[in-house]
């Protein structure tokens, strides 16, 4: 004979931490971090802990439980990126941290909305999650933060350096790596590094050019502006540059992209115009996305966490949701470390005949 949903619910209701606790192998405390979404637990422990709560239908007390309220608690997460590489990075780190914690995700793109329609989406928004992620260039918006933050929604941005008391923001320090990177070049023999930058809109790439000036005059190499070209983080802004760049008549010896998919572009024009990579031509870019991987040879590159950036992002501002209301507010400038990965894209500059 079957049984009833209603003795089934018995039977889940009847499961307790413990059992989920020695089915997991782990402790009843560790369990409860796990299912209240506290960030200190090892991932093979919280792992082992969900399968053990999904296989054994666990339902804790929602009157007693802090996963209720996680639950119930809704942030969304808005872009307009149109590096797809980077996206991927940052939904994979935002759905990370939301099934942790247990909270419930909500992902918008506002690709196709102009800026009055945005400010409108943003209106709208405010009055239904509890908190909003903002990735650039959307956080560099002062209109859109402005509305989330005057209907007292906590905003995290990710990946901006524009600091204020309001907003909260997760970033890697941009002038140190791009400074380390020209210098990776510069200690290879380098002195004609060619450097593309990112979008205008954005203050990592203010960042970003300012690494790759100060790395040359602390090596005592003038700065050339026909070495520079404007990009926009995509793919086809590095393609022009990189054509500007390569028809020069002292071209580069080494082009710096200030993010991955456009250093991409970079090689596409290099073996184009039958130029080898690194042989002829050294390139490196910015972030560490897939697209770093893609290329023949792979870049050498600056690792972002951005995965990593948008999971914190979901702890901190879980952290200012559930604060106690007499509380001071938790704005949080949180710089996460970045990391020169090296691989095959650059070798030492061809001698001048």
Do not use: W
């Given at each position: 004979m079957k049984n009833s949903p209603k003795a089934?619910?018995?039977?889940?209701?009847?499961?307790?931490?413990?059992?989920?606790?020695?089915?997991?192998?782990?402790?009843?405390?560790?369990?409860?971090?796990?299912?209240?979404?506290?960030?200190?637990?090892?991932?093979?422990?919280?792992?082992?802990?969900?399968?053990?709560?999904?296989?054994?239908?666990?339902?804790?007390?929602?009157?007693?439980?802090?996963?209720?309220?996680?639950?119930?608690?809704?942030?969304?997460?808005?872009?307009t990126n149109p590096?797809?590489?980077?996206?991927?990075?940052?939904?994979?780190?935002?759905?990370?941290?939301?099934?942790?914690?247990?909270a419930q995700l909500v992902i918008a793109t506002w690709d196709e909305l102009g800026a009055q329609?945005?400010?409108?989406?943003?209106?709208?928004?405010?009055?239904?999650?509890?908190?909003?992620?903002?990735?650039?260039?959307?956080?560099?918006?002062?209109?859109?933060?402005?509305?989330?933050?005057?209907?007292?929604?906590?905003?995290?941005?990710?990946?901006?350096?524009?600091?204020?008391?309001?907003?909260?923001?997760?970033?890697?320090?941009?002038?140190?790596?791009?400074?380390?990177?020209?210098?990776?070049l510069i200690a290879h023999g380098h002195t004609r590094i060619g450097y593309i930058t990112g979008d205008p809109n954005q203050t990592a790439s203010a960042h970003r050019w300012q690494g790759y000036r100060d790395a040359l005059a602390d090596a005592g190499i003038?700065?050339?502006?026909?070495?520079?070209?404007?990009?926009?983080?995509?793919?086809?802004?590095g393609l022009e540059a990189a054509e500007r760049l390569l028809t020069l008549p002292q071209p580069p010896s080494a082009v710096f992209a200030s993010n991955d998919d456009m250093a991409s572009?970079?090689?596409?024009?290099?073996?184009?115009?039958?130029?080898?990579?690194?042989g002829d031509l050294s390139v490196v870019g910015f972030d560490d996305t897939s697209a770093s991987t893609m290329v023949w040879p792979e870049l050498t590159t600056i690792h972002q966490p951005v995965a990593d950036m948008a999971d914190t992002a979901i702890d901190i501002l879980l952290r200012e949701i559930r604060r106690p209301a007499a509380s001071a507010r938790g704005i949080v400038n949180h710089v996460l470390p970045h990391q020169l990965v090296t691989r095959a894209s650059v070798s030492r500059p061809l001698p001048d005949l």
């Open positions: 089934l619910r018995r039977k889940a209701s009847a499961i307790t931490i413990d059992e989920v606790a020695a089915h997991a192998g782990v402790s009843a405390m560790t369990v409860s971090r796990v299912i209240n979404g506290h960030a200190g637990v090892r991932e093979a422990n919280r792992e082992r802990v969900m399968r053990s709560v999904l296989e054994l239908d666990y339902r804790p007390n929602l009157a007693a439980s802090a996963l209720a309220a996680a639950q119930h608690t809704c942030i969304a997460l808005i872009y590096s797809s590489s980077y996206l991927r990075e940052l939904l994979v780190g935002a759905l990370r941290g939301s099934t942790r914690s247990a329609a945005r400010r409108e989406a943003a209106r709208q928004l405010a009055g239904t999650v509890a908190g909003v992620i903002l990735p650039p260039p959307l956080c560099e918006s002062k209109d859109i933060v402005d509305v989330f933050v005057d209907a007292g929604t906590p905003v995290v941005s990710i990946a901006s350096s524009h600091f204020s008391d309001r907003v909260s923001c997760v970033r890697i320090d941009d002038r140190q790596a791009s400074h380390e990177m020209v210098s990776h003038g700065y050339d502006d026909t070495l520079v070209q404007p990009g926009y983080f995509t793919y086809r802004s572009a970079v090689v596409s024009v290099a073996h184009r115009r039958g130029l080898e990579v690194p």
